[in-house]
């Protein structure tokens, strides 16, 4: 009798497990785990191409070294023990939504270090906080990596497909290149070095006789993250691969614009149309100089590869790159000379990255604006940079004009 009703008891016990798991399934479990058609959700692409505004202005807004962690909870570093309490990667995310409003930028660049590993417990939730400010605004944003950005859970590629697959992004993980010459179709190129190399067209002004076609260049750099050299640690460096995919980039543009302006007979045009550079770790000849015309900040040594690959022989011979934009160094904010290109930096943007008590966190900006003709837009005509400062009222400062086509003659 009593085994007859344990059985029973265990059958009851049996039937309503199984209901239970049921219905966990069903309400719960299964809609996380299928997709169905409402549920799938598309990238939100931004309008392209890009292209200068018809009052003749394209800006860029610079971000270097946000240095994420877990957002709320990763706390301040190197700030006034009376901000210290108050302080966590909120404040970054504050600091870019008020960039963004104060500046609005055509173009968001961010170049690398934007999370800092080994703080984010989880790369894709760092990653979708700190380029939140970004993707609300709507505005285009283009990412490198920096040196810290895989000390989590994913690796370069993974961050940088990733990336490119977020809203609004406009990164790439590899260059596209034309399946073949005549065709239209693009392809990513593999066969390179590092995650993240990729450039990106700017077009006239609309209305314009170049509103069909791109006048400044942009061009993003892995510049990677840690490597040994005969035993001794040191950063990595730009590798042959990616400079020899530039010099094909760049010198494709330069041939399309020597035939456009003489089939076209506009004269006071430049043959070649300027270009910018992206990418995170400085080159060792900022460190060696002499670097010139220093306007900002120098105040740490440049942390950068013991090897020279030529990065800067190969801007040079390009001719088309006028500025070159990186991060790394949070307490140099400068720009300098070498040898008729610029360098600048970023300044360190995000709280969490190392910096300088009561030395406020910053951002700059960047300029392209167009001359111009009789009736319309030309070409750019000049390139201009200022900063801004987190110091409450986001103070403007060391604005330079880094290229003038009316000066080159
Ligand atoms: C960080 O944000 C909090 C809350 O808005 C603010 O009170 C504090 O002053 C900020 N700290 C810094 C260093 O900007
Ligand atoms: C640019 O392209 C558009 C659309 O294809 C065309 O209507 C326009 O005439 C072109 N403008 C110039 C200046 O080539």
């Known amino acids: 009798m009593e085994s007859a009703r344990q059985w029973i008891y265990s059958l009851l016990f049996f039937?309503?497990?199984?209901?239970?798991?049921?219905?966990?399934?069903?309400?719960i479990i299964s809609t996380r785990l299928t997709t169905n058609y409402q549920?799938?959700?598309?990238?939100k692409?931004?309008?392209?191409?890009?292209?200068?505004?018809?009052?003749?202005?394209?800006k860029i807004l610079q971000?270097?070294?946000?240095?994420?962690?877990?957002?709320?909870?990763?706390?301040?570093?190197?700030?006034?023990?009376?901000?210290?309490?108050?302080?966590?990667?909120?404040?970054?995310?504050?600091?870019?939504?008020?960039?963004?409003?104060?500046?609005?930028p055509d173009l968001i660049v961010f170049t690398g270090d934007n999370i800092f590993g080994t703080s984010a417990t989880d790369a894709?939730?760092?990653?979708?906080?700190?380029?939140a400010?970004?993707?609300e605004s709507g505005i285009p944003w283009a990412a490198v990596l920096g040196n810290h950005d895989q000390e989590s859970t994913m690796n370069r590629e993974e961050l940088m497909s990733f990336i490119s697959l977020m809203d609004y992004s406009v990164s790439q993980t590899f260059p596209s290149t034309k399946v073949n010459s005549d065709s239209k179709e693009q392809q990513p190129m593999t066969n390179i070095d590092g995650f993240g190399n990729y450039n990106l067209e700017v077009w006239g002004a609309p209305g314009s006789y170049l509103s069909n076609s791109s006048i400044l260049n942009l061009y993003f750099l892995d510049s990677g993250d840690r490597a040994i050299v005969h035993g001794v640690r040191t950063y990595n460096w730009i590798r042959e691969s990616q400079l020899s995919w530039l010099r094909g980039v760049s010198k494709r543009f330069q041939g399309q614009w020597k035939y456009d302006d003489q089939s076209m007979d506009?004269?006071?045009?430049?043959?070649?149309?300027?270009?910018?550079?992206?990418?995170?770790?400085?080159?060792?000849?900022?460190?060696?100089?002499?670097?010139?015309?220093?306007?900002?900040?120098?105040?740490?040594y440049v942390a950068c590869s013991s090897i020279n690959s030529g990065v800067l022989k190969t801007f040079i011979s390009m001719g088309d790159v006028k500025?070159?934009?990186?991060?790394?160094?949070?307490?140099?904010?400068?720009?300098?000379n070498l040898e008729g290109i610029w360098f600048c930096y970023g300044g360190g943007f995000g709280y969490h990255g190392y910096g300088v008590a009561g030395w406020p966190r910053r951002a700059r900006v960047i300029q392209g604006e167009l001359g111009k003709g009789k009736e319309a837009w030309m070409g750019v005509g000049k390139i201009r940079t200022w900063k801004r400062l987190d110091d409450g009222v986001l103070t403007k400062f060391d604005e330079q004009v880094l290229w003038d086509i009316h000066s080159l003659r």
């Open 266 to 300: 506009i004269s006071p045009l430049p043959v070649m149309h300027p270009a910018l550079a992206f990418f995170h770790i400085p080159i060792p000849e900022i460190r060696q100089g002499p670097i010139k015309d220093i306007v900002g900040t120098y105040r740490e």
């Open 63 to 104: 971000v270097a070294d946000m240095h994420y962690g877990n957002g709320m909870v990763t706390r301040c570093r190197d700030v006034l023990e009376s901000e210290f309490n108050y302080c966590t990667d909120l404040n970054t995310t504050h600091f870019l939504r008020k960039m963004i409003q104060i500046e609005k």
């Open 15 to 27: 039937i309503f497990t199984i209901a239970t798991l049921h219905v966990l399934d069903t309400l």
């Open 323 to 336: 500025a070159v934009f990186i991060g790394h160094d949070h307490t140099n904010d400068f720009c300098g």
């Open 124 to 131: 894709a939730e760092s990653l979708f906080e700190v380029f």
């Open 39 to 43: 549920n799938i959700k598309l990238k």
């Open 45 to 58: 692409h931004p309008h392209l191409p890009l292209r200068f505004r018809s009052d003749g202005t394209f």
């Open 133 to 135: 400010p970004a993707i």
